[in-house]
């Protein structure tokens, strides 16, 4: 059985979105800078699914496949959802999705060949389904929300945080919320990218 874990870009301060993220601002205000480092290397990358390609760092790119090779599923909620307009029905990782919702949209539902699944009950069910699904890979949790939920539960056993060198000031913000603090941490790795900082984290339970 694989692990459960968190791949995510957070500004210094802390937020992986600015203010008024939405469909039509996806990032939110000023939230672009925290993917400067997708376009500034000298590696182009392609993802797994759809036409997806950046330009970063060998470092980078390393860091990437190693996400993208342990990988079984991946977990959302219905808001990140929403704004990326379902990813055009293939997510990048083209992996099978999670979609944590009370309100499951039907024409996803009841389309047939659907990568998404649609988890009404609570974080729990969602993570026990997204096992099942993952076999021996890992499922990774891509939302703060979904983090947040997870953490609260004790249901988290890594976190790869890639820090941008940016202070947003305000947005969305990634630890909030949580029920039982302090979080421990032992970090496993550091790998400096071109604009960004890879950080691998295990949870001391």
């Known amino acids: 059985m694989g692990k459960v874990g968190f791949n995510m870009t957070m500004s210094l301060d802390g937020f992986v979105a600015g203010m008024n993220d939405s469909h039509n601002n996806p990032l939110g205000d000023n939230g672009s800078h925290l993917f400067t480092w997708y376009s500034i290397g000298d590696t182009e990358y392609k993802m797994p699914g759809g036409d997806w390609k950046f330009n970063i760092s060998a470092a980078s790119a390393a860091q990437l496949d190693k996400a993208m090779q342990s990988a079984g599923v991946l977990i959302t909620g219905r808001k990140t959802f929403d704004i990326a307009g379902a990813w055009g029905g ?16 039907q024409e996803w539902v009841n389309k047939k060949e659907s990568p998404f699944i649609f988890v009404t009950d609570g974080i729990e069910s969602a993570i026990e389904k997204a096992r099942v699904i993952a076999g021996d890979k890992d499922v990774e949790l891509s939302t703060a929300s979904t983090l947040q939920q997870a953490l609260k539960a004790g249901l988290v056993d890594e976190l790869h945080i890639d820090i941008a060198p940016v202070v947003l000031g305000k947005g969305v913000r990634l630890f909030e919320h949580l029920a039982s603090l302090p979080l421990v941490l032992e970090q496993l790795a550091s790998v400096q990218g071109q604009g960004v900082t890879h950080i691998h984290y295990r949870i001391v339970k």
């Open 90 to 105: 293939q997510h990048p990782a083209d992996v099978p999705i999670v979609v944590l919702t009370h309100n499951p949209p």
